[in-house]
């Protein structure tokens, strides 16, 4: 089966403009979340979609952030206007059930945003 | 709430050395336990799981067991190679709450 991809891979943009990342989930899996990784720091949680909706999204930082996930396939997180402590790797994983033992996560490869 | 503590790294090693990343967790409950790891250019891969008290997960001649009495769940491999080189997560998910992630290890591996 195909992995989760993301696009881009890398994206460097200016102090003040929007970016927005895809993911696509393995086909069948309901689950999609979005973390990212700051500087080199944990991997922190941004927010979970089962299908379509918003499950949780209590890690997302601020309201420059938005995450789509229309249709309940591939999903978007836009940050607007993007500042310089979004820089990182962002993460987009997905699962087929939640129960994570018997349901795994699977990764993408992240897209590393450089905002200058 | 739930965090991992991971050992500093980078962690510098040379080839057929013994491998320890110690990870340590906090939880209410049973979490299940992971480690994952990214290898250069790749992203995040499940290297090994534990779901209860001494559990011990395996692969690639990785090893770590589930110790509920010291919270703990480190990484060992009896002799490291050059492609181990890799950064290593520690991770926890409690009851289907959202993953709980260490800071990463960098490994380094010299041949």
């Known amino acids: 089966e195909a992995g989760v991809t993301q696009f881009p891979s890398h994206s460097v943009i200016e102090k003040g403009q929007t970016v927005t990342l895809r993911c696509d989930p393995i086909s069948g899996h309901d689950n999609l979340y979005w973390y990212r990784r700051v500087m080199g720091k944990e991997i922190k949680f941004l927010l979970h979609?089962?299908?379509?909706?918003?499950?949780?999204e209590s890690g997302m930082p601020n309201n420059r952030f938005l995450a789509e996930r229309t249709g309940g396939t591939y999903s978007t997180l836009k940050v607007q206007p993007a500042e310089l402590e979004d820089s990182g790797v962002y993460f987009c994983?997905?699962?087929?059930?939640?129960?994570?033992?018997?349901?795994?996560?699977?990764f993408g490869n992240g897209t590393r945003l450089t905002v200058t | 709430g739930n965090s991992v503590t991971q050992m500093e790294g980078p962690v510098t090693l040379s080839e057929e050395a013994f491998l320890t990343i110690n990870c340590t967790y906090t939880a209410t409950g049973y979490p299940s336990l992971f480690w994952y790891v990214q290898y250069p250019g790749e992203g995040l891969q499940l290297l090994l799981k534990?779901?209860?008290?001494?559990d011990k997960g395996s692969n690639k001649g990785f090893e770590a067991t589930y110790r509920k009495e010291t919270t703990s769940f480190h990484l060992e491999k009896g002799s490291v190679q050059v492609s181990d080189s890799a950064v290593y997560f520690c991770?926890?998910?409690?009851?289907?709450?959202?993953?709980?992630f260490g800071p990463g290890t960098r490994l380094s591996v010299l041949p």
């Open positions: 991770a926890l998910d409690n009851y289907g709450q959202n993953f709980v």
């Open positions: 534990a779901t209860k008290a001494d």
């Open positions: 994983a997905s699962s087929r059930d939640v129960n994570s033992y018997n349901s795994p996560l699977h």
């Open positions: 979609f089962v299908k379509e909706s918003k499950q949780d």
